[in-house]
């Protein structure tokens, strides 16, 4: 076989090889835009949330931080400044009209001022913030405790899950307000709580004032921000997209512990 | 490497990888692009690395692969390591899209799992095969210990330490072993073997691990051992890469020691070993 015969052979593998490799990428192109596959993915998440769930136990904690570890200005990512008109009157008076509605499968429905919030058990937590998107950032968060509020409340035996419903929409027109949702077992965990302080400050509009949620063993997105109602559900799949949360209708995990 | 050695007219045959381990040994062929360029989507999304427990430490970024405008406004690819400036337009920062239009984008669209800059689907691939990952390694692991395949075939031996400057020589010089001493790994092989499959798979299924918030809370404070949760972010990504190095030369030593009898053996486990006068 002559040298030019073995470079052509060798130029025509080559060109196998990248043509394979392109059908190859195409193809996982094609399997994730089709909603099967991303079904039989979706098998993943269902397993890191049941195996969190049986190894972790109810209450294990996350990390907590030193005072020192904070991070020197806490990111403020997604929202910052909701469009949203009531919620801008509301914080033009420094929320002092704000009220918390908290209802849906409850034994008393009820809605809270910040001072009513204030005056129920707290904690204070210096934690890690971590976002899907892969940055980490440390603040020193106070505020009370869900179990606390939920307790005032007094959920309906059948309840499942507890919805946040938000001020800020995710759509330049006003609509798709921001919501999410958490199970029973995180809604009562200690370290979930209603912050309305940042490092020993309130808390800053771009960091979700006048309530955010803290839940301190899942990634950001669930931590909705601008809270404006609670509503406690035994399935939330009437609620918008159906997901669970503005992210998760868009794609994103339910379970966002990993 | 078990079994028995048979002749046929073109030499030796030797039975040399047990169906496990050709099992296990495909498994991770296909696991391993998958995790690495979904992986690489999901870097995409903060294309930065830092060392420590958050990414607001006020030290500067170890590694960065970002987009800037150049002096006449076209957008160029610029890649920081430890503060040093590269540019890399086209490949790292910002490359061509799947439409060819020149973006912003850390790797580039050909590396990664979607093509496209999709978070929420890279994520869905990358925690699905991690899980596979997870069961063929520990598998593995499991099967080399208990099969004796790690005491037998793995574990290097007082002879191999003693020939490790040969070895390295020869290896540099492309010269292969031939007859018997084919039927047995070379020290090199069996440390980049026992690297792979007992420290460096499961260090980077560690520091995946680590950047879970759920997984942070098994143990209080564990993931302080590797620095920090952007720490292990930053080795979790440094691991991946040594793994690509092992597989490019694992390639390259599979092609040049005779690749169709190489491929054979990891599909049927026989392996032919030519005789010494046949070689020479």
């Known amino acids: 076989m002559g040298k030019n015969s073995g470079l052509t052979r060798r130029s025509l593998l080559a060109r196998a090889g990248a043509g394979v490799c392109a059908l190859t990428l195409a193809g996982c192109q094609k399997l994730s835009e089709s909603a099967w596959f991303s079904k039989v993915l979706g098998v993943g998440e269902n397993a890191s949330y049941r195996t969190q769930r049986l190894f972790l136990s109810r209450k294990a904690m996350a990390q907590e931080f030193t005072e020192a570890d904070r991070s020197p200005a806490f990111r403020s990512n997604g929202t910052s400044m909701p469009n949203n008109p009531e919620y801008i009157s509301l914080a033009d008076n420094g929320f002092t009209y704000y009220r918390l509605k908290v209802g849906g499968l409850v034994e008393r429905p009820m809605s809270f001022s910040l001072a009513d919030i204030r005056v129920l058990p707290h904690r204070t937590q210096t934690t890690r913030h971590d976002c899907v998107e892969g940055w980490s950032a440390i603040g020193k968060w106070k505020g009370a405790r869900l179990s606390a509020l939920l307790e005032e409340v007094r959920p309906k035996p059948t309840v499942r899950y507890v919805v946040f419903h938000c001020a800020d929409p995710m759509e330049e027109d006003g609509s798709s307000p921001y919501y999410e949702s958490i199970d029973m077992e995180d809604a009562f965990h200690p370290q979930t709580i209603l912050a309305y302080e940042l490092n020993d400050e309130p808390l800053p509009i771009a960091n979700g004032a006048p309530l955010r949620l803290r839940l301190e063993r899942q990634l950001g997105y669930k931590m909705a921000k601008y809270v404006m109602r609670i509503e406690l559900v035994e399935d939330f799949s009437g609620i918008a997209g159906g997901k669970g949360g503005y992210w998760e209708d868009q794609g994103y995990e339910w379970y966002a512990g990993i | ?280």
């Not at chain 2, 987009?67 to 430890?82: L, R, Y």
């Open chain 2, 1 to 280: 490497m078990t079994g028995s050695t048979s002749s046929d007219s073109t030499g030796c045959l030797y039975y040399r990888h047990s169906l496990p381990v050709r099992i296990m040994h495909w498994l991770m062929v296909l696991l391993l692009p998958i995790l690495l360029m979904s992986g690489l989507n999901i870097f995409n999304a903060n294309p930065e690395l830092f060392w420590g427990k958050s990414s607001y430490t006020g030290a500067p970024p170890l590694l960065e692969i970002k987009s800037t405008e150049d002096d006449s406004g076209e957008t160029a690819g610029v890649t920081k390591i430890f503060g040093r400036k590269f540019t890399t337009t086209g490949i790292l920062g910002a490359s061509n899209g799947r439409d060819g239009e020149l973006e912003e984008r850390g790797f580039p669209s050909w590396l990664t799992i979607p093509g496209n800059r999709w978070l929420s689907m890279a994520r869905r691939w990358h925690l699905f095969f991690a899980w596979l990952l997870v069961i063929n390694s520990f598998c593995l692991v499991g099967y080399s210990i208990f099969s004796r395949h790690l005491r037998r075939d793995l574990l290097p031996t007082t002879n191999d330490w003693h020939s490790i400057g040969k070895t390295f020589r020869d290896h540099i010089l492309l010269r292969h072993p031939t007859g018997a001493a084919a039927q047995s790994y070379n020290i090199l092989q069996k440390l980049a073997y026992i690297g792979v499959v007992f420290i460096l798979i499961p260090l980077v299924i560690m520091n995946g691990l680590g950047m879970s918030p759920g997984i942070d809370a098994l143990f209080p404070g564990w993931v302080d051992v590797f620095g920090g949760r952007q720490s292990m972010r930053t080795i979790h990504f440094v691991v991946a890469w040594i793994l690509v190095a092992f597989t490019a030369i694992h390639l390259f030593q599979v092609v040049v020691t005779g690749f169709w009898n190489n491929l054979r053996s990891m599909i049927t486990g026989n392996y032919r070993i030519k005789s010494e006068a046949e070689h020479g």
